[in-house]
Structure formats: structure tokens, C-alpha cells
């Protein structure tokens, strides 16, 4: 089993992830707690809009490390900005979430992070 395969089944796993960034700032690590979404056949970082230290973190600095229960892996965060992908991707997720609020909302004002495994 390669590096990528265990990845993808610990993802499979596991919802709920902790992730370590650089601060975009401080230039220090920050270990957050927060969910892992599935969709079109990737793995996502997002949350309820508004804006968040780490996404900030993650577009001035895109490696950080994503904590699975056993595995620690250098992956690279592709923010998503253009608004058909957006949707694309939002569509999926967020119908899913029965406390999520309108897809628009998240569409326009939400933080979408491709994880990328390298």
C-alpha cells in the first residue's frame, strides 16, 4: 500500500481532522480541530461562512500538516476561488449538512481548501 492509498483510507475514516499551519503573521505553528468534507472525488477543508484564521494562514502559506489518527502528512491546501468550481463543490457539501443555512451563503462567503496529498 502506497503513502497515498493509507492517506486516502484515513480520510475515508475520519471526518474530523486536525490541521497545522504557518500563521500568516507570526510565522508559527497553529493546530486547529475542524471537518474534512468529500466531494467530486476529493477531500475538502471548509466551514460555515465567515472568515477564519486558518484559511488565512493557508493562502499566505499552502503546506500544513493534516492530523489523521495515524498518520501526520505534508499536504498543500489549494484555495478555491473561481465561483463555478465553487458551486460545484458547495453543491454537494452543503445539502448534506442539515444546520448548514443556504448553499448561497456558503457559495459567497465561505473559506474552500482543496486538501492536495502530493
Known amino acids: ?14 471526518r ?3 490541521i497545522t499551519t504557518i500563521g500568516r503573521r507570526s510565522a508559527r505553528p497553529r493546530r486547529i480541530e475542524t471537518w474534512r468534507y468529500l466531494a467530486a472525488g476529493r477531500y475538502w477543508l471548509t466551514g460555515s461562512p465567515g472568515s477564519r484564521d486558518w484559511y488565512a ?15 501526520d502528512l505534508q499536504v498543500r491546501g489549494r484555495p478555491v476561488t473561481d465561483p463555478d468550481e465553487r458551486a460545484r463543490v458547495f453543491g454537494e457539501i452543503v445539502p448534506a449538512l442539515d444546520w448548514a443555512g443556504s448553499l448561497e451563503s456558503w457559495i459567497a462567503g465561505s473559506p474552500l481548501v482543496e486538501i492536495e496529498l502530493g
Open 1 to 14: 500500500m502506497t503513502v497515498g492509498d493509507e492517506a486516502r483510507q484515513a480520510l475515508e475514516r475520519q
Open 16 to 18: 474530523t481532522v486536525e
Open 57 to 71: 494562514n493557508v493562502l499566505a502559506h499552502p503546506e500544513f500538516t493534516l492530523h489523521l489518527n495515524e498518520l
